[in-house]
Nanobody
Framework: QLRLVESGGGLVQPGGSLRLSCLTS????????IGWFRQVPGKEREEVSC????????NYANVVQGRFSMSRDNANSVVYLEMSKLKPEDTGIYYC????????????????WGKGTLVTVSS
């Protein structure tokens, strides 16, 4: 069964760092575009970052550009999101999602989703 399981969330002070992990199973990771998304109550889900199938392209939302870095370890079936210089606005539930043979990560078009991990940025 195809699964994505996020971990690494928690409480962090503004300016701090966290690394989120998305452990995948049941599919060949490199054949899928993988995206990180986040959502808070009262707001729409937003794309944070996306890496295309094959790893040829990685994109970031403007609001996290320069602060977040996404990577994938195909051999170990893990996707990472390294977050630094965190801001209160970064608070939310972070999800990883997968779409086969895709060059991008549509916010509501990803086929498979994890259950999320909560990131809270607060002093």
């Amino acid at each position: 069964q195809l699964r994505l399981v996020e971990s690494g969330g928690g409480l962090v002070q503004p300016g701090g760092s966290l690394r989120l992990s998305c452990l995948t199973s049941g599919f060949t990771l490199d054949y899928y575009a993988i995206g990180w998304f986040r959502q808070v109550p009262g707001k729409e889900r937003e794309e944070v970052s996306c890496i295309s199938s094959g790893g040829g392209s990685t994109n970031y939302a403007n609001v996290v550009q320069g602060r977040f870095s996404m990577s994938r370890d195909n051999a170990n079936s893990v996707v990472y999101l390294e977050m630094s210089k965190l801001k209160p606005e970064d608070t939310g539930i972070y999800y990883c999602a997968a779409e086969p043979y895709a060059s991008g990560c549509p916010t509501y078009g990803m086929r498979y989703w994890g259950k999320g991990t909560l990131v809270t940025v607060s002093s």
